[in-house]
């Protein structure tokens, strides 16, 4: 499966924004899709997932109550919606599919290109 993040860009702290996770190919409900985020001189780290079924998500404590994940099976496509955007959300995000929701890194099957969101004051 082919992953394509989009939908980041430029925010002030307090605004939303909402990101789409486009995928190609048959085979995408068959996986979890999760968004991880990477700041500079950080390492990438967890922030959402979502089940097969998008009946299942979880969050990072970080992201609880302000982010939300959310997938159409119909559209082969993720959402994350961002509310209350603080600036300490600036990353490039990425979605990733894996047999079940992931929280880490190697336990990721496939990573699509990032989209920048930055925060500003």
């Known amino acids: 499966v082919q992953l394509q993040a989009s939908g980041g860009g430029l925010v002030q702290a307090g605004g939303s924004l909402r990101l789409s996770c486009s995928a190609s190919?048959?085979?995408?409900?068959?996986?979890?899709i999760n968004w991880f985020r990477q700041a500079p001189g950080k390492e990438r780290e967890f922030v959402a997932g979502?089940?097969?079924?998008?009946?299942?998500?979880y969050a990072a404590e970080s992201v609880k109550g302000r982010f939300t994940i959310s997938r159409d099976n119909a559209k082969n496509t993720v959402y994350l919606q961002m509310n209350s955007l603080k600036i300490e959300d600036t990353a490039v995000y990425y979605c990733?599919?894996?047999?079940?929701?992931?929280?880490?890194?190697?336990?990721?099957?496939?990573w699509g290109k990032g989209t920048q969101v930055t925060v500003s004051s």
């Open positions: 979502v089940t097969r079924s998008g009946e299942g998500t």
């Open positions: 190919g048959p085979t995408f409900s068959n996986y979890a």
């Open positions: 990733a599919a894996s047999s079940l929701i992931a929280t880490i890194s190697a336990a990721i099957n496939y």
